[in-house]
């Protein structure tokens, strides 16, 4: 073996260690936090305690408290701030795609048989798909369009099903569906980027100055974490993507991905429920009964 192919071998290796291990302590941290908000007691009489509940682990009891006001100054000094997570499962999971399928962009990205594009091509229309479809979900987000949340999924799941489409008119099936993940990811790195954090790090400046808090931060920041949480299992079935060639090469792939995604959407949302102790078990039975007819419709009209 060559010492360069032996060397990218090595990379992917950590690379895809790294983003796995990464992805797992941020998917951790968006499902932790969420379902603790879900599940605080808001029913405090408070005016600085906004809930508070109590947990369990490896035999210890712990008090959760979500403060109304600003903990005293020498806790603002050593807060533990998650974004390390997000940050790193992003750069690593970048790397990849120029590691894997960049740097291979002939084999793995073009499709002849659809379009006969250049390989430098391919990758500009990737890496332009990721800032495009950024820019536009953050516009939506900022628009009056987020104040209405029917209509928010609708032009979001037209978009989703209008890109898995067109981009399997351009790439290889397997780039394709791994691109759809990208840009789902990318928006979720976005989010935590340019606006969870930079609002954490404003209201934490006016806490030291002891300024009043701007809650549309808080609003804000919490709206693009609840974006997160109900993409997470959608990303997760595409990062594994590679391991059910019978969806990925399947001629309506497209197709069967915008229905998982409607269908993790459900799961996700039957979890947030129950979070605030609202059990409805239709919401889940109907989730498990569309993945089982979808299983079947694949079968039916499988390839020949």
């Known amino acids: 073996m060559d010492f ?29 936090f969420n379902y603790l908000d879900n599940k605080l007691n808001k029913s ?109 999924i609708l032009i979001a799941f037209s978009l989703l099903l209008l890109t898995s489409f067109g981009l399997t008119k351009i790439f290889t099936p397997k780039f394709a569906f791994l691109s759809v993940g990208l840009i789902l990811a990318t928006n979720m790195f976005g989010n935590v980027f340019t606006v969870i954090i930079p609002n954490q790090m404003n209201i934490i400046k006016s806490s030291l100055k002891n300024k009043k808090i701007d809650s549309s931060l808080s609003i804000a920041a919490k709206q693009r974490s609840i974006h997160n949480n109900y993409s997470t299992f959608l990303v997760l079935f595409i990062m594994l993507s590679g391991h059910y060639s019978f969806i990925v090469y399947h001629k309506y792939n497209w197709l069967i991905l915008c229905s998982i995604a409607i269908i993790s959407v459900i799961a996700r949302h039957y979890f947030n429920l129950r979070g605030r102790k609202v059990i409805n078990n239709s919401i889940l039975i109907t989730s498990i009964l569309a993945f089982i007819f979808l299983a079947f419709l694949i079968f039916v009209f499988k390839p020949q």
């Open 44 to 152: 405090v009489s408070s005016s600085t305690i906004d809930g508070e509940g109590y947990l369990m682990h490896s035999g210890y009891f712990y008090k959760l408290t979500r403060l109304k006001k600003s903990p005293p100054v020498n806790y603002l000094k050593s807060l533990v701030i998650f974004k390390w997570q997000s940050y790193l499962t992003f750069v690593t999971g970048i790397l990849l795609l120029f590691v894997i399928y960049y740097y291979n962009s002939e084999i793995l990205m073009v499709n002849k048989k659809v379009l006969e594009i250049l390989p430098i091509y391919a990758i500009l229309i990737s890496i332009f798909s990721l800032f495009f479809y950024w820019m536009i979900y953050d516009l939506l987000c900022k628009s009056s369009i987020i104040k209405n949340n029917t209509l928010f």
């Open 4 to 32: 360069l192919p032996y060397i990218m071998k090595w990379l992917e290796l950590v690379l895809r260690w790294g983003h796995v291990l990464f992805s797992i302590l941020w998917v951790g941290n968006s499902f932790l």
